[in-house]
Each structure stands twice: as structure tokens, then as C-alpha cells.
């Protein structure tokens, strides 16, 4: 009877042990598969992506920072669309959300952000920083609910990202994309229209030179 019932205990014990191993194998693949996708891009390929102009009206724009070197004496690793009043911001190619956040970026007086990461395809990802001048956390957590998309989310081009809203004079959208995490100049990337139409507002409110000024000065 001993031996039976050790046995008997014995088999239970295994049986637990392999239930517990593929409860653990099937948890960590669970959640593995998640993250992997957490930051699965809209596109498979690698390929360089074609942008759409990413401003609605583009009578609010006022101003237009270009990428590189710059009259301010820093190295500026994207584009900026400054506006004068609050747009919708669209969404300039196909996307999948995979980060947002609201912060503080300065001080002095103190301004805040909301930088919203996109993955684009394998090689290219995107990020817009909704800068509308935000004073203050109040006006900030106004500026983080105009922006109704969720992580993971995928964007049509076209689509609306958010508003961007006016909070002050310098509301701006910072614009960068990424090659393999390395900033590379957006203005490279935009269709044709978009170029014309980029081109068009450069020469009354273009900031920096040229649009890509990748000297080293």
C-alpha cells in the first residue's frame, strides 16, 4: 500500500510540475507575443516611405524650421511646422502607434509637449511632437486629450492624428523621421504635391536656409 500511494503521490507530482512548465511556457509566449506586437510596423517592407503633408489647413502656417544646422546655433533633427492658430494633423502615410507621452521640455517659463512615436515600416518610424506652447500641465493635459489615438493603434494616411492647438505665440509640430533610430531630414521623403506644396510655403516663411541643411558649419 505504501508503494501504491507513493507512487499514486509521485505521478500527481509530475503531473503538477508539467502543468506549472506549460502554464509558464504558454504565459511567456503570451507576452512575448505581445510586445513583439506592441511594435509591429503597418508595413512589412523596408523600403523609404512616401509622406503626404501632414497639415490639414495650411493657411495657419506661419513658419517652417528646416532640418540640420540652423541660425540658432544647434543641430535641429526634424522639420517644424509653426502655426498660427490650431489645425488638424493628419497622418502622413500609413502608421501604428507605439508610444505617447506629455511632459515637460523646458523651463523658464515652463513648456510642455506631447510627443506621439509611430513605427512605419522595419526600417522607418516617425515622431510628431504636438509643441502647442502649453504653459503650464493644465493646458498641456488639454493639448494629450486632442489626441484620441491609442498605443498600438494603426492610421490610414490621411487620417486625423490629433489637433494641434494654439496655446501661444511658437505652437508648433515637430516632425522627424528615423532611419534604423538615426534622424534623417523628412523633406527627402515627401511626394511630389507635398514638396510643391512645401516648396511654395518656404519662400515666404521658410527658416533655416534650405529645407535639408546637413552642413556641418
Not at 507530482?13 to 502554464?23: A, F, G, M, W, Y
Amino acid at each position: 500500500m505504501n508503494k501504491i500511494s507513493s507512487s499514486n503521490y509521485m505521478s500527481r507530482k509530475r503531473q503538477i510540475i508539467l502543468i506549472v512548465l506549460i502554464t509558464v511556457l504558454i504565459i511567456g509566449a503570451g507576452v512575448g507575443g505581445f510586445a513583439l506586437w506592441s511594435f509591429w510596423p503597418a508595413d512589412w517592407s523596408r523600403d523609404a516611405p512616401t509622406l503626404e503633408f501632414p497639415v490639414e489647413n495650411t493657411n495657419v502656417i506661419h513658419i517652417l524650421g528646416g532640418y540640420g544646422n540652423t541660425p540658432y546655433g544647434f543641430w535641429h533633427n526634424g522639420i517644424d511646422f509653426g502655426c498660427n492658430d490650431s489645425v488638424n494633423i493628419l497622418a502622413p502615410c500609413n502608421l501604428r502607434l507605439i508610444g505617447i507621452k506629455t511632459w515637460m521640455y523646458a523651463t523658464d517659463p515652463d513648456r510642455w509637449q506631447t510627443s506621439v512615436r509611430f513605427t512605419i515600416n522595419w526600417a522607418y518610424s516617425l515622431e510628431i511632437a504636438f509643441e502647442s506652447w502649453a504653459l503650464n500641465e493644465t493646458f498641456a493635459d488639454i493639448q494629450r486629450e486632442a489626441i484620441t489615438l491609442k498605443v498600438n493603434q494603426i492610421v490610414a494616411q490621411g487620417e486625423m492624428l490629433g489637433e494641434l492647438l494654439y496655446h501661444g505665440d511658437g505652437t508648433h509640430i515637430h516632425f522627424m523621421i528615423r532611419y534604423k533610430g538615426d534622424a534623417v531630414c523628412p523633406y527627402n521623403f515627401f511626394s511630389e504635391s507635398a514638396k510643391n506644396l512645401f516648396d511654395s510655403l518656404w519662400v515666404t516663411c521658410g527658416v533655416g536656409g534650405i529645407p535639408c541643411n546637413e552642413t556641418i558649419t
